[in-house]
């Protein structure tokens, strides 16, 4: 069966350091990866997206690499500030007529002061 | 003025009522989604129009019932619903096939079924 699962459901880290999350799916070829960031009560606002031939991405402190052969999307924030706390989606876009976006559980990460 | 505008914000039903959720997208995207997201599970793609034709059902019940009268404009017609239909549901655009999928999400409206 398809699956899309992200490393864990809660992410403690300490200010300044280096959140690191995981994504792994299984049964899927997506055409792009990406990662949303979701805020309590509010709805997913798009960070980044990487594409199958590329293997990093980086935007200001957030870098996403993605390795087809691993299946896996690694999602880094540098210097992570209490800001940064919030919920964290991957998601699988599969090409078709129109794109279908799949979501994972999410991660909820808390940086700590 | 944000781009995807959802109303009501939250909702209170009985299990026997009728009421309709309301999406609106001010960005020029040809492609609306439907979301539910309930706790501990991931969002769940329910319906997706593209160009104002459903594209995708996801064997969501009859219960639910999507109207897209043009492009900017996306309902949820919700009857009969039960207390497991209580969630946060989330309208999406998208700019459709040319796109590599990006989703611009509206806040959500939150759903409870008494």
């Known amino acids: 069966s398809q699956k899309i699962e992200q490393n864990s459901e809660a992410l403690n880290i300490q200010e300044g350091k280096t959140a690191t999350l995981t994504c792994n799916y299984t049964n899927y070829s997506p055409a792009y990866l990406q990662w949303y960031r979701q805020d309590p009560g509010r709805g997913p606002v798009f960070l980044l997206l990487i594409r199958e031939n590329e293997k990093e991405k980086r935007k200001e402190r957030l870098k996403v690499t993605f390795d087809t052969t691993l299946k896996q999307s690694l999602f880094h924030i540098t210097a992570s500030q209490p800001a940064d706390s919030a919920t964290y989606l991957c998601a699988l876009v599969l090409s078709g007529g129109y794109q279908k976006v799949t979501f994972g559980t999410g991660t909820k990460l808390q940086v700590i002061p | 003025e944000t781009g995807v505008t959802q109303t009501p914000r939250h909702l209170v039903m009985g299990m026997t009522n009728k009421k309709s959720l309301k999406c609106e997208q001010h960005l020029g995207h040809n492609a609306m989604y439907w979301y539910k997201q309930s706790a501990k599970k991931p969002l769940e793609l329910m319906f997706v129009y593209s160009l104002e034709e459903r594209v995708e059902n996801n064997s969501v019940p009859s219960r639910f019932s999507p109207e897209c009268p043009n492009s900017s404009h996306l309902f949820l017609h919700l009857h009969t619903l039960q207390p497991e239909d209580s969630a946060l549901y989330l309208c999406?655009?998208?700019?459709?096939?040319?796109?590599?999928?990006?989703?611009?999400f509206g806040e959500g409206s939150r759903l409870t079924v008494l």
């Open positions: 999406a655009s998208s700019q459709g096939r040319t796109n590599t999928g990006e989703l611009f």
